[in-house]
């Protein structure tokens, strides 16, 4: 079953504006990761944030975790034509081992 | 860095073929997965290892099995290729479970 839903399901914007992705969920979860995925090609790990956590930065990204409202917000500031690409949240579920993917946001960056 | 490679990028099989796709991880990695992803559904977990011949069904294991004989190689076996199997194919690692996965290049298979 679906776990992560994230939100818009497309974004476009020019290069050197903020993008801003969201993803909601339903159960209690004990750690929620971001996944990059360039067209066509596999997924690479981006952060992971832990249930005790609100708020973490890595570069450009910035995560944060509202475990009461059960959602995800991740922030690409200053945006690059090669940050093109879809955006997956995965949550880990308590009791779980392995993370539930959601559907993912497609951004596009005009150069 | 963690490389995980799968053995083919584009593979085009008939229905009823049997169907092997490698893993092959280079970073000693207790856990690897097999996924299928397919648009707008997302990825789906077919079956993950924890150890070598150590195997779990995920969420859509019919009509696949796996092999993992040695730590580092983890296949996917479609016993007879069916249309409905058609999509891309990700392997992943992890050093622990529950945390980050490192992904393969990802095998886009078409069958006929």
């Known amino acids: 079953s679906q776990q992560g839903e994230e939100d818009p399901q497309a974004l476009s914007i020019q290069e050197g504006e903020n993008a801003t992705m969201n993803c909601s969920y339903k159960?209690?979860?004990?750690?929620l990761q971001w996944y990059r995925q360039n067209s066509g090609r596999g997924l690479v790990h981006l952060i992971l944030i832990r249930s005790n956590e609100r708020e973490k930065h890595s570069g450009r990204l910035r995560v944060t975790l509202d475990t009461s409202k059960k959602s995800s917000s991740l922030l690409i500031t200053a945006s690059r034509a090669a940050d093109t690409a879809s955006y997956f949240c995965?949550?880990?579920?308590?009791?779980?081992?392995?993370?539930?993917f959601g559907r993912g946001t497609s951004l596009i960056v005009h150069p | 860095d963690v490389k995980v490679t799968q053995s083919s990028r584009y593979l085009v099989k008939r229905t009823g073929e049997k169907v092997f796709l490698e893993c092959v991880q280079d970073?000693?990695?207790?856990?690897m997965f097999w996924y299928r992803q397919d648009p707008g559904l997302g990825l789906r977990l077919i079956y993950f290892s924890y150890d070598v011949k150590m195997k779990e069904k995920g969420d859509i294991p019919e009509g696949y099995s796996v092999s993992r004989e040695k730590k580092e190689r983890f296949s996917l076996i479609l016993e007879s290729a069916s249309t409905n199997q058609t999509s891309m194919y990700l392997c992943?690692?992890?050093?622990?479970?529950?945390?980050?996965?490192?992904f393969g290049p990802g095998t886009r298979l078409t069958v006929t």
């Open positions: 992943a690692t992890s050093r622990t479970l529950g945390r980050g996965q490192y």
């Open positions: 995965a949550t880990l579920v308590g009791g779980s081992y392995i993370p539930t």
């Open positions: 970073m000693d990695h207790e856990n």
């Open positions: 159960t209690s979860i004990n750690n």
